[in-house]
């Protein structure tokens, strides 16, 4: 039997907003109540010095993001090498770059990604208007960004994504999505679908034998969740944040029917969850989890 093992990124390089390093922290009682973690497992995030530009005025943290997520790497590689499906609390969003570079060296390629996210995190170096990290790691796992971005050896196949309630992006990510038929269910019609339809249409196209999840909490609608990093702000996209039902369900389904290698949940920042009700709210999404995932 596979056991989940639960590692922590405590990364903020990639968005450098206060609190998204903290969230392993504050769920690890819950964590460990609900997957029996007794040490911490936690990627050591210090890194001396680090500058948000160097010679590349454009994007920020480009040291300490690929130094963490090489790290991460290696303790997600061994987790699975140990027989487990390693799952990593983060971080902003680069904290995927680390997780699925390892799924993808440790299975050699064969790896799908369902992507739940409000944002499409697949800009370039080229094509970011931020400089933030944490809205390019599709690229970054894709092999379309520079060298200086490179990790591990085997690349996401685009054919390979699957984009749950995506909201929010630049022309540039979306003409990326289309031309290369990438498939996505935008947010407005995963709340029109039933959790059964979604999950079935994606499970037909699955091509590979293991699958990576990440869950970035930003794809729930602000009014139900609001402690996220970086908030889709305006009402258009509020009201097509998914409800927490929703995603329940679609996560449930999705983990009973498909076998899941590994796993990141990531965005939630504590300290805009001054009630800890979003807390609460993580706390039903991860027993789900723990309920649905087949070992
Ligand atoms: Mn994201």
Request: proline share 3%; aromatic share 8%.
């Amino acid at each position: 039997m596979r056991k989940i093992s639960v590692i922590g990124m405590p990364m903020k390089y990639g968005c450098y907003v206060d609190g998204a390093d903290l969230a392993y922290d504050y769920l690890k009682d819950i964590l460990s109540d609900i997957f029996g973690v007794k040490n911490s497992n936690v990627v050591d995030n210090s890194y001396e010095n680090p500058m948000e530009h160097k010679k590349d005025k454009k994007i920020r943290y480009l040291e300490p993001v690929m130094e963490l997520s090489n790290r991460l790497y290696s303790k997600t590689y061994e987790s699975l090498e140990k027989g487990n499906i390693p799952f990593v609390i983060g971080g902003d969003h680069s904290t995927c770059i680390g997780s699925i570079s390892a799924a993808l060296d440790y299975y050699k390629g064969d790896v799908s990604v369902i992507y739940i996210d409000k944002h499409a995190d697949i800009h370039t170096e080229k094509t970011t208007p931020s400089g933030n990290i944490h809205g390019m790691p599709l690229s970054i796992c894709i092999g379309r960004c520079d060298e200086r971005f490179n990790i591990g050896t085997y690349k996401l196949k685009p054919e390979n994504l699957y984009y749950i309630g995506l909201n929010s992006y630049e022309i540039e990510e979306i003409s990326y999505i289309l031309d290369n038929n990438i498939f996505h269910y935008m947010g407005f019609e995963v709340e029109d679908m039933r959790a059964e339809a979604i999950v079935k249409s994606i499970l037909k196209r699955i091509n590979t034998k293991h699958v990576h999840l990440s869950i970035d909490l930003d794809c729930l609608s602000n009014e139900e969740f609001n402690a996220v990093n970086v908030a889709v702000e305006g009402t258009y996209n509020d009201e097509r944040g998914l409800t927490i039902r929703k995603l329940r369900s679609i996560l449930t389904l999705l983990l009973e029917e498909v076998d899941v290698c590994s796993m990141d949940l990531v965005e939630y920042n504590p300290l805009l969850d001054t009630d800890l009700k979003c807390k609460d709210k993580i706390k039903d999404i991860l027993l789900d989890i723990n309920d649905s995932i087949r070992r």
